[in-house]
């Protein structure tokens, strides 16, 4: 299943999402790259642990959810949310 749920929502493969990093204001936009359990945030900003696609971006970094299924493990990241669709970043797939 290409599907997590974090604090209610439920994200899938591919989403746009943004998070925080820890100690900072400013969001990161990006993809979730899910497959088989494992989890990356795939972005332009940090790099990390190399998913199998960037999803077009330059960068990913591997993340690992808790066994309560509410938060993440991941190296600062916090606050991820789903990009609402706008007519501005609609994309084909």
């Known amino acids: 299943m290409r599907t997590i749920k974090y604090k209610n929502t439920t994200f899938h493969h591919g989403q746009k999402v943004t998070a925080r990093q820890f100690g900072k204001k400013e969001r990161i936009l990006g993809k979730l790259y899910i497959d088989q359990g494992h989890i990356y945030f795939c972005q332009n900003s940090m ?41 501005q970043n609609y994309e084909i797939f």
Do not use: C, Q
């Open 47 to 87: 790099n990390g642990d190399w998913a199998p696609d960037n999803l077009g971006f330059k960068y990913s970094w591997r993340m690992t959810m808790y066994a309560d299924n509410k938060s993440f493990r991941s190296h600062d990241l916090l606050d991820f949310e789903a990009v609402k669709p706008t007519i």
